[in-house]
């Protein structure tokens, strides 16, 4: 029996990239990704120096290394400077994209307004704007690297809020009018929870962008932060410390990605029905 | 008296290119339930949703109360073919969000809720939202706002139109026990000649765009009611095969 629902009209406009709901994984799946990662670093151990030595630095001696940079303040220094940035161009992308997206995806003018602007901006390479970037602000201070994290993660959020306000079920629309909702409530009632699987995509989709666009103005901007302990040590042919900071920005950015997970799940319980 | 009076109503879609229905007429009594019969792509969600100033006719007009419909009224309510729930709101808030929209006090709108989710037989699934329901479920909450408002008229458009058979005769049955108890002015849209039967009045038979009354037929099957006690009174065959008939007519033609 096909029951045809309100939203059916709409389950085909899914949010790009669609959520990966790992977190629900059974146990099992747990011991076969925990069997693959030991599997992987037991013979990167083992084999890995004696392809090369200098490159393929085995995990013991990363892990080592992780301790010294714990130890001798350097790895906190760095993530302070990195996440002061990224949390900081994070929330001005997240701020400004998801209210442009609201009020892009609502208003033909402002949709027209924005429209050249975002076409143009989202593609071109936003690595190549970053120099652009360094001398508008000319090098100093964290601005330049803020910025550069909020070109890089304010477009999907932008975007994706705006398909979802866009592709509000006119169904569902013209229920909030058939029951005289008010325009105020119309939005609380129905558009932005319309609009919410479609926003934590895009904030899913931001957070990694804004992970690259911090390590890349780290690299070419502002000498701070794990990205330059990156690039310090590279020049140094530390490669044990040099993983340090990489698999630091890895496991943040699964934390991170996980975090968002379980707020979406608080915050729009009903999507569960998508998966 | 007439509640509702829809007088040469037209309307038309695609600037004037697909006409729906053109010169249309008809009238809904006080405390009666109407059904409007008519094939698929008619019109008929069409007629309804001017009768409730979702959309606006190009011609004639409609008139509740000796007001004409220019948008939705507090004292109308509408079902819809689509259920129109909100996926983000559990069934007791998808039950409250027209008296809520209201603006009743509180305790009322919670005495209501608790009543009419108890009546369409949803208590135990307040705290559920939509997608953990059946389609059948569903429409019951679909039901319960409408009902919760104590509209003085109530729109259906093909309620039960997309649930299984058995699930469709239950809802029917229920609806028959709610209003007979109850009585006050439905507006039914139905394809399903059976059901405009069962629950109808009077029955008013729409032609294939652009849909025309092609005949309106008096139900002389006595209340209270059930979908069986009508399918097995004598009247019951005679009438199907006389909708039957008017509906085939134009469909062969
Ligand atoms: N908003 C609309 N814009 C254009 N055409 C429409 C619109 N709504 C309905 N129609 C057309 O009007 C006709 C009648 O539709 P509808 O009222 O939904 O019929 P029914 O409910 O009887 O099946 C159909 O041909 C449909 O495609
Ligand atoms: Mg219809």
């Given at each position: 029996m096909t029951v045809p629902r309100v939203g059916e009209v709409n389950a085909r406009a899914r949010p790009i990239s669609p959520a990966r709901r790992w977190w629900r994984a059974r146990p099992s799946d747990w011991m076969v990704r925990a069997a693959s990662v030991l599997a992987v670093l037991g013979i990167w151990e083992l084999f890995g120096p004696l392809l090369n030595p200098i490159i393929l630095r085995p995990p013991s001696q990363i892990f080592r290394a992780f301790v010294d940079l714990i130890a001798n303040g350097e790895l906190g220094v760095a993530m302070v400077q990195s996440m002061r940035v990224f949390g900081a161009g994070l929330a001005i992308a997240l701020a400004a994209g998801i209210t442009l997206g609201i009020v892009s995806g609502r208003s033909r003018v402002v949709y027209n307004v924005l429209d050249p602007w975002i076409s143009a901006l989202y593609s071109v390479p936003s690595v190549a704007l970053v120099p652009l970037i360094a001398v508008a602000f000319q090098y100093s201070g964290d601005a330049p690297r803020v910025a550069t994290v909020v070109l890089f993660a304010i477009f999907p959020i932008l975007i994706n809020t705006q398909q979802g306000v866009r592709n509000v079920d006119p169904g569902l629309l013209e229920v909030a009018r058939a029951f005289n909702t008010s325009e105020r409530r119309l939005w609380g009632d129905v558009i932005v929870p319309a609009a919410m699987p479609f926003i934590f995509t895009g904030i899913r989709l931001a957070i990694g962008r804004a992970l690259i666009g911090m390590i890349v103005a780290e690299f070419l901007v502002g000498l701070a932060g794990l990205g330059y302990l990156i690039i310090v040590y590279q020049n140094t042919f530390r490669i044990d410390k040099m993983f340090v900071p990489v698999i630091v920005v890895a496991a943040f950015g699964i934390a991170l990605m996980g975090l968002v997970q379980f707020v979406e799940s608080r915050v729009a319980p009903w999507t569960r029905r998508e998966q | 008296m007439n509640r509702i009076v829809v007088e040469s109503a037209t309307k038309r879609f695609g600037s004037g290119v697909l006409t729906v229905f053109e010169g249309l007429g008809l009238a809904v009594r006080d405390k009666e339930t109407l059904c409007i019969l008519g094939p698929s792509g008619c019109g008929k969600t069409t007629l309804l949703r001017c009768m409730h100033g979702l959309a606006h006719l190009d011609g004639g007009r409609i008139v509740i109360d000796d007001l004409e419909v220019r948008a939705p009224r507090r004292n109308v309510a509408m079902v819809f073919q689509h259920f129109g729930l909100m996926p983000w709101k559990r069934v007791s808030e998808n039950v409250a969000y027209g008296v809520e929209l209201a603006g009743l006090p509180r305790t009322t709108i919670d005495e209501r809720v608790g009543r009419y989710t108890e009546m369409v037989g949803l208590t135990g699934f307040?705290?559920?939202?939509?997608?953990?329901?059946?389609g059948g479920m569903q429409q019951r909450a679909g039901l319960a706002r409408a009902l919760a408002l104590e509209p003085d008229i109530l729109l259906m458009d093909e309620p039960f139109g997309s649930l299984d058979a058995q699930t469709r005769e239950i809802l029917q049955d229920e609806l028959l026990r709610i209003y007979q108890q109850q009585p006050r002015t439905m507006v039914f849209i139905t394809h399903s000649i059976e059901e405009a039967i069962a629950l109808g009045d009077r029955i008013v038979v729409l032609t294939a765009r652009?849909?025309?009354?092609r005949d309106t037929i008096l139900v002389d099957i006595p209340r209270p009611r059930t979908v069986a006690s009508v399918v097995a009174h004598p009247r019951f065959v005679e009438l199907r095969d006389h909708c039957w008939r008017l509906l085939r007519e134009r469909l062969v033609a």
């Open positions: - | 307040e705290r559920s939202y939509p997608y953990q329901l059946s652009p849909a025309r009354v």
